[in-house]
């Protein structure tokens, strides 16, 4: 028998087949993405995962077991400490225009704001299993994706965006993408009358991860900025 999430990961084929051929992807992969539109994404991510942060606590405080709330907690701890470490990093390169960039401090795009917001909100209200299924898609759409770009990566010398790339295909974040299932898997066992607003919740979450690739390729802004 199928677990939930194979069943959610079935049912989002084609978003996710959307996501495979996104331009962003693609040029992230063979190392040709402008270093402007790189930037843009690293500081909307950067924001996101503030975000998500906040998403993961919550769980962690919701969580019906010590194994659940230890896991989403220190998922939370590594997106405060460990990923914005990575993104400072890699903002500060020269190619990216250095730690002398001046200018006005980001803002959260429509579409980064509409996914934090999403993952809070369902994170802080909705049944515990719910707001597991919304964040999954973090983690396993990533590890997906991490794995395929760096392979291409690796058959591209010089690629300038390699530690980024070899991030999301490091043993420990595919190892928490399968940890995060399993516990995702065990909330849906344990709620199956939530099913449904789990697969909602799920599918919601993968379209919002193709939305925010492709709001960074185009480097989306609100059009009157405050």
Do not use: K, N
Not at 5 to 13: D, G, M, P, V
Not at 201 to 210: I, N, P, Q, S, T
């Amino acid at each position: 028998m199928s677990t939930f999430s194979e069943r959610a990961w079935a049912a989002t084929a084609e978003v996710r087949r959307a996501i495979d051929e996104l331009p962003f992807l693609a040029e992230l992969g063979d190392g040709s993405l402008a270093p402007a539109v790189f930037r843009h994404y690293l500081e909307q991510d950067a924001l996101y995962l503030a975000g998500y942060a906040r998403a993961l606590s919550l769980l962690a405080a919701r969580s019906p077991d010590a194994g659940a709330a230890s896991f989403w907690a220190s998922s939370a701890h590594g997106c405060g400490v460990v990923e914005t470490q990575l993104h400072a990093d890699l903002l500060a390169d020269e190619l990216l225009g250095g730690p002398g960039r001046t200018g006005p401090q980001p803002a959260p795009s429509p579409t980064c704001l509409g996914y934090t917001s999403f993952l809070i909100a369902t994170a802080a209200t909705a049944p515990y299993a719910v707001g597991a299924a919304a964040v999954l898609p973090c983690y396993w759409v990533y590890a997906e994706v991490g794995r395929r770009l760096a392979a291409a990566a690796a058959a591209a010398p010089g690629h300038p965006y390699r530690r980024w790339v070899a991030a999301y295909d490091a043993e420990g974040f595919q190892q928490a993408a399968r940890e995060a299932r399993r516990i995702t898997d065990a909330a849906a066992g344990a709620a199956p009358h939530e099913e449904a607003a789990m697969r909602t919740a799920f599918g919601l979450a993968v379209r919002y991860e193709e939305a925010f690739w492709r709001a960074a390729h185009e480097r989306e802004a609100w059009p009157h900025p405050l």
